[in-house]
């Protein structure tokens, strides 16, 4: 039976400096796929939004909120969705953060504030300084959506800047001092791939020079991706990707964690892996019709 699937773009607006990376990764999924004996049409974020899929199987890197909900119904409706409408929705800030602490994730200590409160007491109970507030409601669009404060008096600052963006919920994670490392990886599948952007001279929006020259502390990846591996399955995202933060004597605590990245230094190394993960997604999904 030939296998039909829909590819759906990120539209700009969510792909901030990352336009072309992120179309780039879909469509070298898609050739993969090609390759494997799929027929795969692709389309816009827009286009998604205004047709009805005659695919079952959906490929989508969608960040909208209206995709968001429509691949979520899509879902419910029996379609297979690949990432998930529902791990698209966990991937926003609040939600990443509640799952991630609840489940005994390694990750900062954190807040989940509402933007017009004075948070100064509670940082300064919990004895914060140096930290990062991050929009709580959804996907980061713009440089000012993840704030680095120095002190507290600056965090109120940025947090009142939040509130007249019409912001109304943030996270504030307590900054950690180690090596920053970014990561890459798709559920179930051997593919890993880390590095120091640093060294890499690979940024977004700059702020990996908060934390500076990496000490190439000593970690083990495999624990790494074995952590990382737990995380998507909580989070329900099979393409993935994120970044940690390693301490002085080691210690591995996650601090992004993203429902399909650019891959862009390793995207034709991750395409293959990407198909792979599809093709074992639709296998178990008509298993699971039959049954």
Sequence with gaps: ?????????????YSPNH???????????????????????IYSEEQFLNIDLEEDVILNMCRGQQSIEKLQAL??????????????????????TRILLGNNIPYPDSLIVNTNEDVRPELEKKGFTSCWIKRGDFHAMHKEDVSYCRHIEEAQEVLHEYFYRGIK?????????????????????????WFYPYDAHYSKFGDEAINGKPHHTNFDPDKLHEMCEHASRLMDVKVYGGDCIIDADGTVRIIDFNDWPSFAPCRMEAAPYIAKC???????????KEE
């Design 1 to 13: 039976m030939e296998i039909k699937i829909a590819g759906v773009l990120r539209a700009g607006a």
């Design 19 to 41: 336009i072309g990376n992120d179309a780039a990764i879909l469509n070298a999924a898609a050739d993969a796929l090609r390759k494997r004996g799929c027929k795969v049409n």
């Design 75 to 96: 879902e419910e409706s029996g379609k297979l969705v690949i990432n998930s409408g529902f791990g698209i929705e966990n991937c926003t800030r609040e939600r990443m």
């Design 169 to 193: 919920r943030a996270v504030i994670n307590v900054h950690l001092v180690g090596d920053l490392i970014k990561f890459y990886a798709v559920q179930g599948q051997p593919f890993f791939y």
């Design 278 to 288: 599809v093709l074992q997604s639709i296998k178990e999904w008509r298993k699971g």
